[in-house]
């Protein structure tokens, strides 16, 4: 008997983190992900709800820190097992771990200097870069398609879920006492639509299949619409005169605009801007999606080909780096014309807060989103048009021009999630994870109504018996 106890991203969408029981592999965490949308200092007090040094390995979908941030804390206590990731995860995972720890102890830094002026004791660490470094030597990485024997009688195998680079769509096989029992977890799943990632692999068997629901409740926008959408909305703002700032994830969505603004820039719709690459995460997190260009979409690669070009970089010829903290404070002075990409995606840290601070108040800024933001994060805020944010304990008006485009997600919509579903041959009893309640409640309703599939949806802490 196997058992599945979801930790995390049950009735939410952050904080991915499911515990597999069973004879055949022992103790199997899939994801180790970060609860995001609250404030960064507190996002690694959450206590592990089982003991990290009694797992014995951990099966890692992809790199996004909802299913991988607490990965540093997990080792920190005690946890020393193999975390299987893909290769371009593994790299993907160093910078986001990385950076992920140096925004905390920076933080933890600041907090420290105002308790000491307060006469308070000093708070210490919950994680630092070392554990970051064990966590990274305990990866093993492999290819999609390739099968590695886990515990006892389990193997393991990744396939490409077109989400992010090295995403996968993780199926464990099982024998216990000679029966086979194949779990597949979706992990995020992507947009077929998008340029750079393939298609999420087709899987047809399972006896049980945990999937992701982001989308559950809505399709996207048509993918062609939401490029003239985005088009358009750079006219508008070139018109007001001003800038665009651009909330974006630095894995996988800034990749996809810099591919989008690429052709926009072929087609000549671009003149008179400048691209600012504000994040140096987002820049090493390009570097890596050229390094490991092959996995992405055929089309995509003959698109840059075309133009002779070898990396992303390459395809957008009036895009600025901005790595240095100076460079990036220089962007203060340009009066139009920019468009600045800039971290955190959901605008809960990172610099795109210093870029709000010097604009959101002004009515030729726009301010364009372009990727999911979670309930209680800063960038949801805005989005459902709060008039005044605090920033930096001051209070900012919000009247630039708030735009959404829902078209670049990088999650499937709730169409191809069913019709992901459906490729499975054998009806495996199907659990929800990773969304809000009504994207699950209405995916689960759809799943029924539409092929009578009777989808479970856990909610924390709940056990799951196969
Ligand atoms: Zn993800
Ligand atoms: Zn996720």
């Known amino acids: 008997m196997a058992t599945i106890r979801f930790h995390g991203a049950a009735q939410q969408v952050t904080g991915s983190c499911h515990l597999i029981e069973s004879p055949a592999v022992g103790k199997i965490l899939l994801d180790c992900g970060i609860e995001q949308g609250g404030d960064d200092r507190e996002l690694y007090e959450k206590q592990f709800d089982f003991n990290p040094q009694a797992i014995d390995a951990v099966i890692l979908s992809h790199a996004h820190l909802d299913h991988s941030g607490m990965l540093p804390k997990l080792v920190r206590q005690g946890f020393h097992g193999i ?3 893909t290769h371009a995860t593994k790299a993907l995972l160093e910078i986001l771990l990385k950076d992920a720890v140096s925004i905390y102890l920076h933080d933890l830094e600041r907090e420290n ?11 210490c660490p919950i994680i630092e870069q070392t554990d970051v470094a064990k966590t990274m030597s305990l990866c093993q990485s492999i290819d999609y398609l390739e099968q590695v024997s886990i515990g006892k009688a389990g193997v393991l195998k990744f396939r490409d879920a077109g989400h992010i680079l090295g995403s996968a769509i993780v199926e464990l096989a099982l024998t216990e ?9 979706s992990g995020d799943l992507g947009n077929p639509d998008t340029v750079l990632m393939k298609p999420p692999a087709p899987v047809y068997h399972a006896d049980v299949l945990m999937m992701e629901s982001t989308y559950g409740d809505r399709d996207h926008r048509n993918y062609t619409s939401t490029c003239h959408q985005f088009a358009e909305i750079l006219t508008k703002a070139k018109k007001q005169g001003g800038n665009v700032l651009i909330p974006s994830f630095a894995v996988g969505r800034t990749q996809e605009l810099l591919f989008h603004l690429g052709c926009l820039y072929h087609k000549g719709e671009l003149q008179g801007w400048q691209v600012f690459l ?9 570097e890596v999606y050229d390094r490991w260009a092959e996995l992405l979409d055929k089309n995509a690669l003959h698109h840059l080909e075309k133009y002779n070009y ?16 100076e460079q990036s404070m220089a962007l203060n002075r340009i009066q139009s014309g920019a468009i600045i990409i800039a971290g955190s995606g959901m605008c809960t840290g990172g610099r795109i807060r210093q870029h709000f601070k010097h604009r959101l108040w002004r009515t030729d800024t726009t301010v364009l989103f372009v990727g999911f933001q979670a309930r209680n994060s800063l960038g949801r805020l805005l989005v ?8 930096f304990g001051e209070q900012i008006a919000v009247k630039a021009q ?3 485009l829902g078209g670049f997600s990088a999650h499937a919509g709730k169409t191809q999630l069913i019709e992901w579903q459906q490729h499975f041959k054998n009806s495996p009893k199907t659990i929800l994870v990773h969304g809000e309640s009504n994207a699950l409640e209405s995916l689960a309703h759809s799943l029924y109504d539409q092929h009578q599939v009777k989808a479970f949806v856990p909610h924390q802490g709940e056990i799951f018996t196969f």
């Open 402 to 404: 708030i735009e959404t």
């Open 384 to 391: 459902d048009g709060v008039k005044r944010i605090k920033l």
């Open 113 to 123: 200097i105002r308790r000491a002026r307060q006469g308070d004791t000093p708070l």
């Open 310 to 325: 070898s990396s992303l970089k390459e395809f957008l010829p009036i895009l600025h780096l901005t790595p240095e903290p």
């Open 83 to 85: 975390i299987y990731c």
């Open 177 to 185: 006492r000679g029966e086979r029992k194949v779990l597949v977890f």
């Open 278 to 286: 504000d994040s140096p995460m987002a820049i090493a997190v390009t």
